[in-house]
């Protein structure tokens, strides 16, 4: 998958998928899946460290988790996100981030918000790093909007992220994720740009859907947002695999012969 093959996807149709990866081993189930791109997003702060928001990520961090998608999928096309501020300071330090985290493995980086971010988006693309958006809920700006909350409701809000998601398109980003709006104002943007939408809480209406890994896959039991579908238990399937070891290992049962090695 190309960042061509992508916006095809779009004239032709067809859905893009997209899911979050942060490490090697889902790596290597992503890429043999049919999913068609994995995101290393800063949502790894949270799912993989702990954190309460996604502000703890760090370069490092995301140049980490984009080294060892990138082993575990070398198939795949990997955008990687671009942590808190590390965007917003000098051209030359933000520069050097995207440096860190395309020579780790991705190759695309995304970004949240419009505003100040257009100049940068514009010499990003002269130079060669293909750009994804990210507008509506932004969660780098958690403290801003007073928590995680649906964004573009109402008229004077739908209007601001239908011009902000027009001013990344002319700024040259390839595609566009869209998080938790409204699925009318996610259908308004979505036929008014030419680049492909990505949505995660916008609707059936985006040209593609994101979502975070753990979620759909039922492994984060304390979180289930109104837009996450679970497709799988598997909290409950690996605390069940985890008592059936404890339970082997004290009735002796494990390892068996099978297990053990012969003189
Ligand atoms: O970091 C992330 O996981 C994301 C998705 C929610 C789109 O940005």
């Given at each position: 998958?190309?960042?061509?093959?992508?916006?095809?996807?779009?004239?032709?149709?067809?859905?893009?998928?997209?899911?979050?990866c942060?490490?090697?081993?889902?790596?290597?189930?992503?890429?043999?899946?049919?999913?068609?791109?994995?995101?290393?997003?800063?949502?790894?702060?949270?799912?993989?460290?702990?954190?309460?928001?996604?502000?703890?990520?760090?370069?490092?961090?995301?140049?980490?988790?984009?080294?060892?998608v990138?082993?575990?999928?070398?198939?795949?096309?990997?955008?990687?996100?671009?942590?808190?501020?590390?965007?917003?300071?000098?051209?030359?330090?933000?520069?050097?981030?995207?440096?860190?985290?395309?020579?780790?493995?991705?190759?695309?980086?995304?970004?949240?918000?419009?505003?100040?971010?257009?100049?940068?988006?514009?010499?990003?693309?002269?130079?060669?790093?293909?750009?994804?958006?990210?507008?509506?809920?932004?969660?780098?700006?958690?403290?801003?909007?007073?928590?995680?909350?649906?964004?573009?409701?109402?008229?004077?809000?739908?209007?601001?992220?239908?011009?902000?998601?027009?001013?990344?398109?002319?700024?040259?980003?390839?595609?566009l994720?869209?998080?938790?709006?409204?699925?009318?104002?996610?259908?308004?943007?979505?036929?008014?740009?030419?680049?492909?939408t990505?949505?995660?809480?916008?609707?059936?209406?985006?040209?593609?859907?994101?979502?975070?890994?753990?979620?759909?896959?039922?492994?984060?039991?304390?979180?289930?947002?109104?837009?996450?579908?679970?497709?799988?238990?598997?909290?409950?399937?690996?605390?069940?695999?985890?008592?059936?070891f404890?339970?082997?290992?004290?009735?002796?049962?494990?390892?068996?012969?099978?297990?053990?090695?012969?003189?």
């Amino acid at each position: 998958m190309t960042v061509t093959e992508i916006q095809k996807m779009k004239s032709e149709g067809q859905k893009i998928t997209m899911l979050t990866c942060y490490d090697y081993w889902s790596a290597r189930i992503l890429n043999s899946s049919k999913v068609h791109t994995l995101l290393v997003g800063d949502s790894g702060a949270m799912v993989m460290h702990g954190a309460e928001d996604t502000i703890e990520a760090d370069v490092e961090m995301m140049a980490l988790h984009a080294k060892a998608v990138r082993r575990g999928a070398p198939d795949k096309f990997i955008v990687c996100d671009l942590p808190f501020l590390s965007y917003r300071r000098s051209l030359d330090q933000s520069m050097d981030a995207v440096m860190q985290v395309m020579k780790a493995g991705a190759h695309a980086i995304k970004l949240e918000g419009a505003e100040g971010n257009v100049e940068l988006i514009r010499h990003l693309v002269h130079s060669g790093v293909p750009v994804m958006g990210h507008l509506g809920l932004t969660p780098q700006f958690v403290h801003q909007l007073g928590g995680f909350k649906v964004q573009g409701r109402g008229d004077q809000a739908a209007k601001r992220i239908l011009e902000q998601a027009k001013a990344l398109e002319d700024a040259g980003c390839f595609s566009l994720v869209l998080e938790a709006i409204p699925t009318p104002l996610a259908e308004t943007i979505t036929s008014s740009l030419q680049i492909p939408t990505i949505g995660i809480g916008a609707g059936s209406v985006t040209d593609g859907q994101v979502l975070v890994l753990h979620d759909m896959l039922g492994l984060n039991t304390d979180f289930k947002p109104k837009f996450v579908r679970t497709y799988l238990n598997g909290a409950e399937l690996i605390s069940t695999a985890i008592n059936s070891f404890c339970d082997d290992v004290e009735a002796g049962t494990f390892p068996g012969k099978k297990e053990s090695y012969s003189s």
